[in-house]
């Protein structure tokens, strides 16, 4: 054992529990990396929405000139895209926590993480619902850019388009 440690160094186990340290600078490390992965996900995920949310308005662009036409302010259009992506966004992140409740019921995470059948990881609902929150937050922030974008638009420019 000595020899060991000769060889190992001084701040080395051949017996126990001496590697933690190694071992939680290198979960370190892992938890700064998820954190910075889960940023660029989150971000990436929200242009996407954004993009999609302003194609949709674009398309709509006739339909938001005959609002505006009639007489509806600019608010009450604004209004009316946000609360769209405020339904739609929460509608399809309920969807999302269902499915992935029923995915976890059906694949515990203990096997498709190899993990022993005696060690069971539960369904942490602070994760559910703070990705039901982010969901409802992202969609709600690209609606209202591309609301705000659709104010440029002019009734006048787009009816004479039709």
Known sequence: QNDAREILGFNSSVIGYGCFNPAGAAIGITLRGMQLLGII???????LILASQYYAVIERQNDIGILKAIGW???????QIVMESFIMSGLGGLAGCIVAVFLFTIFPANYWLGLDESFVLPLD??????GYILTIFAGTLAGAVSAIMSLKLKPADILRKL
């Open 41 to 47: 996900v989150f971000i990436s995920i929200l242009l």
């Open 73 to 79: 302010s600019d608010q009450n259009v604004v209004y």
């Open 125 to 130: 609902p602070v994760i559910l619902i703070t």
